[in-house]
């Protein structure tokens, strides 16, 4: 047969070239992981339920818009914001809640970040059955407002001082008047309390709508720190604030409670120490008795008081003592009628619910057994039902329950294997389920109360496309006992093309904080993306929880008191070496990456471990436990007077003299949480060892790192810096001389 050569060639050619094609990749980029939003996964809209527990509301387009959950059909415009005229400014709404019963908006313009939760803005009152809008007040913007339960009044704090404006007749009252900057706060939170006690807004309404309580800081003895902001000016600007690090004085915290019918403030009691704090308080159902929570410094013993509203007066209704510390939750529901009240703990060994009684006698602990409730969603009382999330199956997994208030009956809401969590309706008749798996991103989908599927609201299919686009990898977990007989949990994602008798270098991320848990099967968000990037470009990418992570019970979780960073250290190195122990791994070039207490870890690892680890990443770490604040420091260590030695054997700083690898030291130094002090003083420990590094700042950024490019920058910075020191075909850029002294 005669062959054509010139077409069998082109022919050959084609098949050659589909060939590649079908088996290459699209290269996953830092510009498409975080600037132009290429792997974004698709969220629902924010839910805000409506009373009927069945239709909910969203803000689009400036129109705030009503859905029923159960056909995702508009039922109704609520409001179209255009139309409103902002005293003659068109305003863009950010944000927006209803009166109790929904007959009036309160509208959010301008919003300002003040720290990580807190916020202030211009607020408007909108009546809808009048159509009236109104200004709540002009004279500054306003944090906290918040409709009284009869929706009659609001409540909100201006310039440190609580407001009351009354919607019947446009009169506003101020409640408090000494409230000063870096002094006096009343009604919203220092910085400590909303950092490390999670909330804010510092009031409360009483069921009643008769009293205000509220929280009193008095700052004026905290010790100031002070950041520099470059705004291109002649001379930058300062932003002072109260920072009270470990061992130093806090605010001075009161409770009050202001009357509005007698316009009188009485001050809750307190016997307990003067330094302890007070991280919640709540109505009970009885609306002339406040509920307050005092712990004391050491956060290991927790009261649970009863304070009369008309006297201040307080009684004790439960006290809780643990050998290492409590954690603080918002998990605490009073039945209606004097039945109690539900609540979670760890008291037995592992969080669970419980039952008490009014007066602080267990009725019936609801759930037990040796795996953790992680979620607490709250009490149907209409039908007598608790719902809630566990990690019963597993600790990297997560399922929803719901159980009878007296135990029985525990029904399996959530079928599906991986990470499940839920919002419920206001009447628990259906929840929002947000699926996902380690390889799989969210989908969101309405179940009814018994679990039955309702409908899918988002799918994030094209996220699998992308996936097979870029030819990902599968994450794999995986399990190793240490030298020390501890079972640890972690996941693995290999090379692309990869080959077992080829020798890979490993990238290990962690963070290992108290409570903490990255091993989880559940989707890693954009942090997927760039370690499918490095695994693109031939790395082995590994993540182990250390001891001291959650999911696992209090004694794994508590372990590391008074020692943070010791177990966690030799439980990173461990993995390290179990991880270059396998067949396909380059024992030799193996780096550790962390944020925040993870850059603390990195830190340790490279140095307490530099037989282990060839590189190390630290962004944003803590370098020394004294230089932190003080409810979180002192819960897991006690102050350095107590603690010198745990305080001294676990902070990078002072092993600074250790470093023989590569060392990138990144921090933004307008960082309110971890201050930029952390990374200047490791800094200047590690050029009086004479060791060298490299460092990136980012100027007027806070403990995230984002904003004009902030992110695109570091990471390009981080991957380059992992390629000239780990990758195989480049030879390392310096190594420094082990210690001489």
Not at 50 to 66: A, K, S
Request: with cysteine.
């Amino acid at each position: 047969m005669k062959i054509h050569f010139p077409l069998f060639l082109l022919t050959l050619a084609g098949l050659v070239f589909t060939a590649i094609k079908s088996s290459a990749q699209n290269q996953i980029t830092i510009d498409n992981i975080w600037t132009n939003g290429t792997y974004n996964t698709k969220d629902v809209p924010g839910f805000r339920f409506m009373n009927d527990g069945r239709h909910y509301t969203t803000l689009e387009n400036n129109y705030i818009l009503q859905y029923d959950c159960t056909t995702g059909l508009l039922t109704d415009t609520v409001l179209d914001i255009s139309r409103l005229h902002f005293e003659n400014e068109h305003k863009t709404v950010q944000g927006y809640s209803f009166s109790d019963d929904e007959s009036q908006l309160l509208l959010t313009t301008e919003l300002e970040s003040i720290y990580r939760r807190s916020t202030k803005s211009w607020h408007y009152i909108y009546n809808l059955n009048t159509k009236q809008l109104a200004s709540l007040n002009d004279s500054g913007k306003q944090m906290h407002a918040t409709f009284s339960p009869d929706g009659q009044k609001i409540a909100y704090v201006l310039a440190n001082n609580l407001y009351l404006k009354d919607l019947t007749n446009s009169k506003t009252l101020q409640i408090t008047f000494d409230g000063k900057y870096n002094s006096i706060i009343n009604g919203s939170c220092d910085w400590v309390y909303e950092e490390e006690f999670t909330f804010t807004k510092a009031f409360e309404w009483s069921p009643d709508n008769r009293y205000i309580a509220y929280y009193r800081f008095d700052e004026s003895a905290v010790k100031e720190f002070t950041m520099t902001n470059y705004t291109g000016e002649l001379y930058p600007e300062y932003e002072t604030f109260k920072y009270p690090k470990v061992g130093m004085e806090n605010s001075k915290v009161s409770i009050h409670i202001y009357d509005t019918h007698q316009k009188m403030e009485k001050t809750v009691d307190r016997t307990s120490e003067p330094n302890g704090y007070i991280p919640r308080i709540k109505w009970s159902a009885d609306p002339s008795m406040l509920c307050v929570f005092w712990m004391n410094r050491h956060q290991n013993h927790l009261e649970i008081l009863l304070a009369n509203a008309v006297t201040g007066k307080t009684t004790l209704l439960l006290n809780e003592d643990n050998k290492y510390y409590i954690d603080i939750d918002d998990n605490l529901i009073f039945l209606k009628g004097g039945k109690g009240f539900i609540r979670t703990s760890e008291q037995d060994g592992f969080n669970h619910i419980y039952h008490y009684d009014m007066d602080g006698n267990l009725k019936k602990q609801i759930t037990s057994g040796e795996w953790e409730v992680t979620n607490f969603y709250g009490v149907d009382e209409k039908y007598q039902r608790i719902f809630y999330q566990t990690a019963s199956v597993s600790p990297m997994e997560r399922e929803i329950f719901s159980i009878a208030i007296d135990g029985g009956d525990k029904k399996q809401l959530t079928l599906q294997k991986g990470a499940n969590g839920g919002q419920f309706s206001t009447t628990f008749d259906y929840f929002v389920l947000n699926h996902s798996t380690i390889n799989s991103a969210p989908v969101y989908t309405v179940y009814d109360r018994e679990g039955q599927l309702v409908r899918t609201l988002e799918d994030n299919n094209h996220t699998s496309v992308l996936q097979k686009e870029a030819g990902t990898q599968p994450v794999e977990f995986f399990s190793f006992t240490t030298s020390e007989g501890v079972d640890l949990n972690g996941y693995m994602i290999k090379p692309y093309n990869f080959d077992p008798a080829k020798k890979y270098p490993v990238f290990m991320t962690q963070y290992g904080g108290p409570g903490s848990q990255k091993v989880l099967d559940g989707w890693l968000g954009n942090d997927y993306w760039w370690y499918q990037s490095l695994a693109q470009q031939g790395y082995i990418v590994a993540c182990v929880d250390n001891r001291g992570t959650g999911g696992r019970g209090e004694a794994f979780k508590k372990m590391t008191y008074l020692q943070l960073g010791h177990y966690e250290t030799i439980d990173q190195i461990e993995a390290a070496k179990y991880l270059g122990s396998l067949p396909y791994s380059d024992a030799k070039r193996i780096g550790i990456f962390g944020w925040s207490y993870g850059g603390y870890m990195s830190s340790l690892c490279i140095l307490q471990g530099n037989d282990v680890f060839n590189t190390a990443i630290a962004v944003a770490p803590v370098t020394n436990w004294k230089w932190y604040d003080s409810i979180y420091t002192e819960r897991f260590m006690r102050d350095e007077s107590e603690n010198a030695k745990g305080y001294e054997e676990n902070s990078p700083v002072n092993f600074a003299d250790r470093l023989t690898g590569n060392y990138l030291l990144v921090h933004g130094n307008s960082d309110d949480n971890v201050h930029f002090q952390h990374s200047a003083e490791m800094a200047a420990a590690l050029i009086k060892a004479n060791k060298q590094f490299e460092t990136y700042y980012y100027p007027n950024r806070n403990h995230g790192i984002r904003g004009d490019n902030a992110r695109r920058h570091l990471y390009t910075k981080m991957t380059d810096f992992l390629n000239k020191n780990l990758l195989p075909e480049n030879p390392v850029s310096f190594r420094n001389e082990p210690s001489k002294s």
